[in-house]
T-cell receptor, first 112, second 114 residues
Framework: AQSVSQHNHHVILSEAASLELGCNYSYGGTVNLFWYVQYPGQHLQLLLKYFSGDPLVKGIKGFEAEFIKSKFSFNLRKPSVQWSDTAEYFCAGHVNTGKLIFGQGTTLQVKP | GAGVSQSPSNKVTEKGKDVELRCDPISGHTALYWYRQRLGQGLEFLIYFQGNSAPDKSGLPSDRFSAERTGESVSTLTIQRTQQEDSAVYLC????????????FGPGTRLTVT
């Protein structure tokens, strides 16, 4: 079955710490992967995306993600988090039927 | 330009009542999607529309749920005889086409069934 899973449900970090959020997908065919972010009180925003080409993709606000086909992974990283990165993060995969399949989400809390 | 808009932003209803949720996609976007986000969970796909094609209803949880779309514009998600487990945030998204992966989300409608 097609699925996307996120390993960390709740992460607490101090400012300036490094971040890595895990995401694994389980489906074949063309792989289009996304990370979305939902800041408190705001709607979902696209953070970054991978369609093809360079497996290391850079997004907004210093985030990046690496697509590793052999591991079916698309982990999100940021070298130094800020308090303003406190949000919920969702990994998603696009299947050729049109819909997005989302992971369960990871709540990131950054302590000032 | 204008993004995806949804109304109402919040809806409180009594169990057993019907509700209608509205979505206005980005102008020119032919694909429109509905998702549901229950508390503490990820987004669940409900239904999507692509142009004049038959909608993909594979995610609708029961026959109490239905959706319509007028052409390539407004969509309405209807939940009949609401139950407490229907309480969730209902999100609408649109894209330039079903084959275009990037979807833009609206702010959602928070539905509370009492």
């Amino acid at each position: 079955a097609q699925s996307v899973s996120q390993h960390n449900h709740h992460v607490i970090l101090s400012e300036a710490a490094s971040l890595e959020l895990g995401c694994n997908y389980s489906y074949g065919g063309t792989v289009n992967l996304f990370w979305y972010v939902q800041y408190p009180g705001q709607h979902l925003q696209l953070l970054l995306k991978y369609f093809s080409g360079d497996p290391l993709v850079k997004g907004i606000k210093g985030f990046e993600a690496e697509f590793i086909k052999s591991k079916f992974s698309f982990n999100l990283r940021k070298p130094s988090v800020q308090w303003s990165d406190t949000a919920e993060y969702f990994c998603a995969g696009h299947v050729n039927t049109g819909k997005l399949i989302f992971g369960q989400g990871t709540t990131l809390q950054v302590k000032p | 330009g204008a993004g995806v808009s949804q109304s109402p932003s919040n809806k409180v209803t009594e169990k057993g009542k019907d509700v209608e949720l509205r979505c206005d996609p980005i102008s020119g976007h032919t694909a429109l999607y509905w998702y549901r986000q229950r508390l503490g969970q990820g987004l669940e796909f409900l239904i999507y529309f692509q142009g004049n094609s038959a909608p993909d209803k594979s995610g609708l949880p029961s026959d109490r749920f239905s959706a319509e779309r007028t052409g390539e514009s407004v969509s309405t998600l209807t939940i009949q005889r609401t139950q407490q487990e229907d309480s969730a945030v209902y999100l609408c998204a649109s894209s330039q086409g079903a084959g275009v992966p990037e979807q833009y989300f609206g702010p959602g409608t928070r539905l509370t069934v009492t």
